[in-house]
T-cell receptor, first 113, second 113 residues
Framework: AQSVTQLGSHVSVSEGALVLLRCNYS??????LFWYVQYPNQGLQLLLKYTTGATLVKGINGFEAEFKKSETSFHLTKPSAHMSDAAEYFC???????????FGKGTMLLVSP | EAGVTQFPSHSVIEKGQTVTLRCDPI?????LYWYRRVMGKEIKFLLH????????ESGMPNNRFLAERTGGTYSTLKVQPAELEDSGVYFCASSQELNSEQFFGPGTRLTVL
């Protein structure tokens, strides 16, 4: 069965600093990986996804993530944090039946001026 | 194009009462999913419809939960009778294809007192 581990329930950065949110997964098959973001009082919004091909994936709002098979990781980064990035971020893996998602516990990103 | 909508946004009920949550997927999306996030835990899969058929209901916690999708359009999730541990945020998502992006609704926050 697939599982997802997000290191750190809260991450605090200053505006303009690098954002790094960690995600490790376990999967018995080549994974499809996702990062979702949830802004206050809104639904989950897809930031980016990895299915096949290029291991460095670019998403919306300047975020990107790199799939590293040897490390079973899919960390999310952004070079320079903005106040509007403050939200909760979820890493997820698509299950082997290609239907349902398994999520990590989420990481709340706090951005200070 | 309208996104996934959920009603109500919040529901507060007493233990033992019945609550029905509704989800309207994006028009034309055959796949509809229900997920739940209990406070402090990860978002967990409940069940998956393909059109009006239940494709996978392995995540349903017990027989107090009943999901329907009559006519393959909107879906309802009924909890009867509600227990304290049912409190959480219930998310609905829809997708066009099995392994394509799942679009999430804003969720229904259920509080059972």
């Amino acid at each position: 069965a697939q599982s997802v581990t997000q290191l750190g329930s809260h991450v605090s950065v200053s505006e303009g600093a690098l954002v790094l949110l960690r995600c490790n997964y376990s999967s018995s098959v080549p994974p499809y990986l996702f990062w979702y973001v949830q802004y206050p009082n809104q639904g989950l919004q897809l930031l980016l996804k990895y299915t096949t091909g290029a291991t460095l994936v670019k998403g919306i709002n300047g975020f990107e993530a790199e799939f590293k098979k040897s490390e079973t990781s899919f960390h999310l980064t952004k070079p320079s944090a903005h106040m509007s990035d403050a939200a909760e971020y979820f890493c997820a893996v698509l299950n082997s039946g290609y239907s349902t998602l398994t999520f990590g516990k989420g990481t709340m990103l706090l951005v200070s001026p | 194009e309208a996104g996934v909508t959920q009603f109500p946004s919040h529901s507060v009920i007493e233990k033992g009462q019945t609550v029905t949550l509704r989800c309207d997927p994006i028009s034309g999306h055959d796949n509809l999913y229900w997920y739940r996030r209990v406070m402090g835990k990860e978002i967990k899969f409940l069940l998956h419809f393909v059109k009006e058929s239940k494709q996978d209901e392995s995540g349903m916690p017990n027989n107090r939960f009943l999901a329907e999708r009559t006519g393959g359009t909107y879906s309802t999730l009924k909890v009867q009778p509600a227990e304290l541990e049912d409190s959480g945020v219930y998310f609905c998502a829809s997708s066009q294809e099995l392994n394509s992006e799942q679009f999430f609704g804003p969720g229904t926050r259920l509080t059972v007192l």
